[in-house]
């Protein structure tokens, strides 16, 4: 069992936005300001798209942006690409150890 | 261009050990904190443990707490896993990961491209 919460499935046409939450508790989430968001193809490791609740590592396009209010973090997709359909995971800090989300799966239909 | 570079993993029997490797290049090794962090068959990620730059510190999921040690060597640029009393649970691919920041545990990158740990 995942200690952050997220919705199994999204799903948007090209171009178009989604937005997957991620739901902790003040020991994870709503406690600090270290959640992170990994991009994950089949086959592939996890890539880091979103640091710090909103930063964007290098090369990582700007379609992607991250929020948080209280205890949920939020990724938004905009201008939906092919490419973007994906295994979305959200992660934070939680003190002494990092706790993640199960998953998000993106379909770009 | 950074890299990691894992190795160690393979089939075991449940109470057996393995011992994890992760080679490193293209960046500064000795300052960043590293971790390790594991994806089961039904694709959940579980962070696993993580050393502080200088390997004084140590940090472990409660899963793996008195089984599993993580250590590394800055010499070599080296992480490892020593994992022992292994479970059938522990199966799954195993990833090196970096700290994205010296200073920050905003996340990780880069990753490795994973070990795989049948027990």
């Known amino acids: 069992q995942s200690a952050l919460t997220q919705p199994p499935s999204a799903s948007g046409s090209p171009g178009q936005s989604v937005t997957i939450s991620c739901t902790g508790t003040?020991?994870?989430?709503?406690?600090?300001?270290?959640v992170s968001w990994y991009q994950q193809h089949p086959g592939k490791a996890p890539k880091l798209i979103i640091y710090?609740?909103?930063k964007r590592p290098s090369g990582v396009p700007d379609r992607f942006s991250g929020s948080k209010s209280g205890n949920t973090a939020s990724l938004t997709v905009s201008g939906l690409q092919t490419e973007d359909e994906a295994e979305y995971y959200c992660?934070?800090?939680?003190?002494?150890?990092?706790?993640f989300g199960a998953g998000t799966k993106v379909t770009v239909l | 261009e950074m890299q990691l570079v894992e190795s160690g993993g393979g089939l075991v029997k449940p109470g057996g050990s393995l011992r994890l490797s992760c080679v490193v290049s293209?960046?500064?090794?000795?300052?960043?904190?590293m971790n390790w962090v594991r994806q089961s068959p039904g694709k959940d990620l579980e962070w696993v443990a993580s050393v502080s730059s200088t390997g004084n510190y140590v940090y472990y999921a409660d899963s793996v707490k008195g089984r599993f040690t993580i250590s590394r060597d800055n010499a070599k640029n080296s992480l490892f896993l020593q994992m022992n009393s292994l479970r059938g649970e522990d199966s799954a691919v195993y990833y090196c990961a970096r700290n994205v920041a010296t200073n920050s545990r905003g996340g990780f990158d880069p990753w490795g491209q994973g070990t795989l740990v049948s027990v």
């Open positions: 710090e609740v909103a």
């Open positions: 992660c934070s800090y939680a003190g002494t150890n990092y706790v």
């Open positions: 293209g960046f500064n090794f000795r300052s960043y904190s």
């Open positions: 003040n020991n994870d989430v709503g406690g600090n300001n270290y």
